[in-house]
């Protein structure tokens, strides 16, 4: 600033110099005039504030500046500053675009030559200066903020996009971008109709809904107008579409929501959509585990209703007959003991093979069941399944058959000899139990390198919608409890992973009320090529 300690003193020419440089460097608005207003000098800062040329403002009166200006008024301040060397007062200049300047004046006199001049340092208004500089600081808070929110809606997962009430667009995120497969800047994109960017995503028709239940993408826009249409100021809705993505066709699960805002006074409306499949997916998969959790404790609760009846009934059966075998007189007849003992025997067996059963599931289950495979005679195997489905069934109206391909009298198999006649007996067993008149035959064919095994009953069949869960474990309970057909409901469930273990895949077929069919291959080794 200009050193005022020596301002009322003459201005010596020497010091003229150092004043014009100071003058004109300093940081303020200044301006000299004579006692009558005119003006001598003013600064840049001073051109810069009233927004007039330098040539223009030395051309100028006081009077021409002050808005309202009273010369009365001018000349006392003009008499202050003669007896007073110095005088404040607030005024109001007229800038050259026609804005009111509020300001405060700090007038000094000074000598030159012998003539008094007027020197002024000219600020704003105080009371204007705090109101600007909080208007500044709200500015730059308001830029920063705004700085922060385009960050916000540009780094956001979601797809977010702005448009107006005629459905054009304003703005849209990276995520928008890239979702609707549309890379250009959003000033390109500002003012295109909404739809044209919604119909980036291709779709096999856009002009249907797809398998008649879910709502192709083209569809999206008429969900987004429905929802205009509805005058809320938030509305969500969840969709359900196909789309082509990466030349396959994905499902997709969206969630739109609609937000109504205001700018300017207009009506906007921020649009969000979150794809929401990996966690449908989620969702569903977590209920549909929660439907087979519930459905295995169901059936294991079955199964233990049912394992209780297999095992209390031999048991009864061994301890009832043993106490009457205990109890007998001496005239007790030799028929009668070897029939009781028989009964006793028969329901050990089958608490055996109960027990047996239980373990052995058990043990697949955990992964540690093993047994060792080696070459048998597949006419052995045969042979012995057959002898002990006819013991077994040898009282049955139900005809039995075991019909061989005759190529495979010499074949031998890489297989189990107990494990296999285990399944084959089972699978037989089964058929015999389902199967109230009719007939069961076992198919054995030869197939090339493989043989087939087939056991075919005219029994009452099986749902098509129980194939897939047949071989599930417990799943025959259902079947046992309606008829009273005897059975633990695990034997299919061995059986398959028996056959896996044996190197082959048990299968199904079956017509409700016709009968079932249950099938599987093993490899096979001729004797005659290897004793060659």
Known sequence: MINNRNINKRIEPEDLLKFDEDFDSN??????????????????????????????????????????????????RIAVLLQHKQYRFNTTLIANCGKSLEVEYDSKLLNSNGSPIVYNFIKKNSIDLMYENELKASSIKLKEQDILLDSI?????????????????????????????????????????????????????????????????????????????????????????????????????????????????????????NDITAKKHLEDTAIEMKKNVEECNRLKTAFLHNVNHQIRTPMNGILGFTSLIEELESDFSLEKQLKYASLIKKSSNRLFHTIKDIIKVSMLDAKSYAFQKNKISLIDVLTFVEKEITKTYDDSTINFSCNVDP?????????????LCQVLIQLTSNAFKFTQGGSVCLFVKNQEENILFTVKDT??????????????PFRQLEFTEKNAIEGNGIGLTISKEIINLLGGTLKVSSVLNEGSSFFFTLPKINIKAQSA
């Open 27 to 76: 940081n303020n608005v200044l301006i000299l005039n004579d006692t009558n207003g005119r003006l001598l000098k003013v600064n840049q800062k001073a051109i810069d504030f009233l927004g007039y040329s330098k040539n223009s403002l030395l051309e100028m009166n006081i009077k021409d500046l002050e808005k309202d200006f009273n010369q009365l008024n001018f000349e006392k």
């Open 153 to 273: 809606f540009n780094n956001a997962t979601n797809v977010l996009f702005i448009f107006d009430t005629n459905f054009k667009l304003q703005r849209i995120n990276n995520a928008g971008k890239n979702y609707f497969k549309c890379h250009l800047s959003n000033d390109k994109l500002k003012g295109a109709p909404l739809i044209n960017l919604l119909q980036h995503i291709k779709t096999i028709d856009p002009t249907m809904t797809i398998d008649n239940e879910l709502i192709p993408i083209s569809s999206l826009f008429q969900c987004i107008e429905n929802t205009i249409h509805k005058k809320q100021e938030y509305d969500e809705e969840e969709l359900t579409f196909k789309i082509i993505e990466k030349d396959k066709l994905v499902k997709k699960t969206c969630l739109l929501s609609t937000s109504l805002l205001k700018q300017n006074g207009d009506t906007i409306y921020l649009a969000t959509l």
């Open 407 to 419: 190529s495979l009298a010499t074949t031998s198999i890489e297989s189990n000899f107990d494990e």
């Open 459 to 472: 029994g009452i069949g099986i749902k098509a919608t129980e194939l897939e869960s047949i071989f599930e």
